[in-house]
């Protein structure tokens, strides 16, 4: 393997996914967010965004089968309408875009999307069709910057969806999305087996973190469970804004 993957650098890499996949697991987005910066420094950029997929499809396809009996398919497929090609075009774009305004314009989104549920009125429930244009920016986005996962917890959840519905269906959401993103990486030349290997290296710990936090999330008490996702939006939106990763 290349000089910057020793065993040092993979047990940190492997600890830090399991804590941020029980953070996902929980608040339903934000491990990605908070991994990427680790990973940056860990193995570099052009390594981070094609492993950091990997790892969010192990840890999404985890969080959609711990709360299989919660997922609302129809939303899952509006979303992927929009998500799929967005994707696709936004990984064959990843070697050439400027993501450092891209990254600040997401934060001021989060940002503003935390104001507004908590300033103004109860944000109006978005209706099913509504998420192919959700699904849209976040798989181009997420193509760019490795993971955009705040930037859809304000859609569903005024949708409605809280815990385990809402884990489920931004989970699966995510899984086409990221599924996505890795063909066009490999259409992009991004991929190699280094990076294949490195990521499946770091898929148990992913899984693990999934579990955990399904049982975290059992416990909790619905305004807790949404104000943790509003904290993550904040956390979210800071690290975008400061250039984190």
Do not use: C
């Amino acid at each position: 393997m290349d000089s910057n993957f020793t065993l040092t650098a993979l047990l940190l890499a492997s600890l830090a996914a399991f804590g941020l996949a029980w953070v996902s697991a929980v608040a339903g987005f934000g491990g990605g967010v908070l991994l990427l910066p680790i990973f940056v420094a860990l193995f570099g950029l052009r390594v981070a965004v094609p492993v950091l997929t990997i790892t969010a499809l192990a840890s999404n396809g985890g969080r959609v089968w711990f709360n299989r009996r919660d997922v609302k398919l129809s939303l899952v497929g509006w979303f992927a309408l929009g998500a799929v090609p967005a994707a696709l075009v936004g990984g064959l774009a990843f070697a050439k875009a400027p993501i450092e305004p891209l990254k600040r314009l997401l934060g001021v989104f989060l940002l503003a999307s935390v104001a507004w549920r908590r300033l103004g009125k109860a944000p109006r429930r978005p209706s099913e069709h509504s998420f192919v244009a959700v699904g849209g920016a976040s798989g181009f986005g997420s193509a760019l910057l490795g993971t955009v996962g705040p930037l859809t917890a304000p859609f569903f959840l005024a949708y409605g969806l809280t815990k385990g519905a809402y884990i489920g269906t931004e989970a699966a959401s995510a899984l086409v999305m990221h599924s996505a993103k890795l063909v066009a990486y490999g259409l992009g030349d991004i991929l190699d087996t280094q990076i294949l290997a490195l990521g499946l290296v770091l898929t148990p710990a992913t899984v693990l973190g999934s579990w955990v936090g399904k049982r975290t999330v059992d416990r909790m008490s619905v305004r807790r469970f949404t104000a943790l996702v509003e904290f993550g939006l904040v956390v979210a939106g800071l690290l975008f804004l400061l250039g984190g990763g």
